[in-house]
């Protein structure tokens, strides 16, 4: 089993649709990483936490440290917003990052 | 602008042909790694150094070295790349600072090795 699992790994969405991606994970943590990678390949960070819950424009993550738990909710969803999304977590113990396998996104017009 | 540059992009190569994949970054960091990413198995850590002169093994070391001679610097070497090495790789990196583990990614190299 996976030590960071993300569901659903495929999701495809209406324009202005609400979307929220999941990220469990095993092993004990000092942050949360949510990245981005676009078709281009390119990956870039979009939030990094280790408790409760950031904003950023239309994107808003949460993490609940008892469940093991992170989401990744987009508001008012657009086309740009397809890409593949990532949920990383830095273990405690080793301090190494250990990344999901993404989840896919694609939101039609 | 801040960023994590390597090169090259593209690469195509054959089995036993050494190549070295350059990464740069330009935010003083002292931290930097090497990731590649395969389907279905996410990012995987090849290498990664803490500062100049520190480096040490991820989860997928085998058939690759690095160096770190500079801070800005850490290159990825394949003595004798294999097929299995065809990958997309990323550098990346970020302040040691506990209170700030952002990563920066470069854009990505995609090496196939025939």
């Known amino acids: 089993k996976n030590e960071v699992e993300q569901s659903p790994q495929n999701l495809t969405a209406q324009e202005g649709e609400f979307i929220t991606i999941n990220c469990s994970y095993s092993?004990?943590?000092?942050?949360l990483h949510w990245l981005q990678q676009h078709p281009g390949g390119g990956i870039v960070s979009l939030f990094m936490?280790?408790?409760g819950k950031k904003k950023h424009g239309r994107l808003i993550a949460t993490i609940n440290i008892q469940e093991k738990h992170s989401s990744l909710h987009i508001t008012a969803s657009h086309p740009r917003d397809s890409a593949v999304y990532i949920c990383?977590?830095?273990?405690?113990?080793?301090?190494?990052?250990?990344f999901g396998t993404g989840t896919r996104l694609q939101v039609f017009p | 602008e801040a960023q994590v540059t390597q090169n090259p992009r593209y690469l195509i190569t054959v089995t036993g042909k050494k190549l070295t994949v350059t990464c740069s970054q330009n935010?003083?960091?002292?931290?930097m790694s090497w990731y590649r990413q395969d389907p279905g198995l996410g990012l995987r850590q090849i290498y990664y150094?803490?500062?100049?002169?520190?480096?040490d093994k991820g989860d997928v070391p085998e058939g690759y070295k690095v160096s770190r001679k500079e801070k800005r610097n850490f290159p990825l070497i394949l003595e004798s790349p294999s097929p299995n090495q065809t990958s997309l790789y990323f550098c990346?990196?970020?302040?040691?600072?506990?209170?700030?583990?952002?990563?920066?990614f470069g854009p990505g190299t995609r090496l196939t090795v025939t």
């Open positions: 150094s803490m500062n100049v002169e520190v480096t």
């Open positions: 990383a977590v830095r273990s405690y113990n080793t301090d190494k990052l250990i």
């Open positions: 092993v004990g943590i000092s942050a």
């Open positions: 935010m003083n960091h002292e931290y």
């Open positions: 936490l280790s408790s």
């Open positions: 990346a990196s970020s302040f040691v600072d506990s209170s700030s583990y952002e990563q920066y």
